[in-house]
């Protein structure tokens, strides 16, 4: 891909952020392209021989396609032609640098991402004793030349802003809703809770196991999933999952996932250890036992009423 392709690219994306306005694409476009451009890095390939030709020609490949036979003592500009020759139109080596005589040949694409790796065959090259000459190439190739804010910029777990809006949209929600009481907009650091939420309930099945597996995934221990096998579920929520004013978007929007027809409550609190009991026939890992005098903890509340979201 290059440079200008991954600008249309975002712009496209970003459409959807500002599509109530006229010619956005060109806008962003023009405005992305001079300011990105200084952040690309060359790509640089370089290729080392085993000795120093005296015989022999050999071939470079461009992703399966091979160039015309190069002689041992071809000149850098016979090289570079073969090698543009079968490479994408958008794509050319700006530089060579080095020799055949010096065993070493440095390839620059300026500008370029997404550039392969090339690679070697009908090698017949050899030494003046004579000896087998062997050929490799190192360098970045692939996408390694492409910056990392770009690269991350629509990530889930990277992805600010207007960025994380697109991420939502294409989700199918958004940062703003309703509460109980009044209108809510969720900080990014919420939204992309909510966004992880709302994947989950897209994908989660009618099943307790994949309802339980989804959301331990993204949250960790911090939601909790209780089936009382009653047509009712409850949802334990620690505050380290977000804000109230998420939870209250998860359950206003519809976003936790039950089963159709099962009815559901949320606790929510600072932790997902309370204090409880455990019988034989139903241990519970998730609650704590009474202090004693050799252990005593105080973070394990109590669930009261006053944790009841819904």
């Not at 500008?111 to 004579?130: E, F």
């Not at 009653?230 to 004013?245: D, E, P, Q, R």
Request: aromatic fraction near 12%; include cysteine; charge should be negative.
């Amino acid at each position: 891909m290059t440079l200008t392709q991954l600008i249309a690219y975002y712009s496209n994306l970003l459409i959807y952020q500002y599509s109530g306005l006229p010619h956005a694409s060109g806008t962003i476009e023009a405005c992305a392209l001079p300011a990105t451009m200084g952040q690309f890095a060359d790509t640089v390939q370089t290729i080392t021989f085993s000795g120093i030709p005296a015989s022999g020609a050999f071939e470079f490949k461009y992703n399966g396609t091979p160039t015309a036979s190069i002689a041992w003592n071809a000149s850098n500009s016979t090289i570079q032609s073969a090698i543009n020759a079968i490479l994408p139109s958008f794509l050319s080596v700006i530089t060579i640098s080095g020799s055949l005589a010096t065993q070493s040949l440095t390839l620059t694409f300026s500008n370029q991402s997404g550039v392969l790796a090339l690679t070697t065959t009908a090698n017949t090259l050899a030494t003046s004793t004579p000896t087998a000459i062997t050929i490799s190439v190192s360098g970045n190739s692939e996408m390694q030349s492409l910056p990392l804010a770009s690269q991350n910029g629509y990530g889930l777990t990277t992805a600010i802003g207007n960025q994380l809006d697109v991420i939502g949209k294409y989700v199918g929600v958004t940062r703003s809703g309703y509460g109980f009481t009044s209108a809510i907009t969720l900080s990014d650091s919420d939204f992309r809770n909510l966004i992880q939420m709302a994947i989950i309930k897209n994908f989660a099945q009618s099943d307790l196991l994949s309802i339980h597996t989804l959301i331990n995934q993204f949250f960790g221990l911090n939601i909790l999933v209780i089936d009382y096998s009653n047509m009712h579920m409850s949802f334990v929520i620690a505050s380290g999952a977000g804000s109230l004013n998420l939870i209250e978007l998860f359950v206003t929007e519809g976003l936790l996932p039950v089963p159709m027809a099962v009815d559901y409550s949320v606790i929510y609190g600072g932790a997902t250890e309370y204090f409880g009991y455990s019988t034989y026939n139903a241990l519970n890992p998730l609650v704590e036992p009474f202090n004693t005098y050799s252990t005593y903890v105080t973070t394990w509340p109590w669930v009261s009423y006053a944790n009841s979201v819904f």
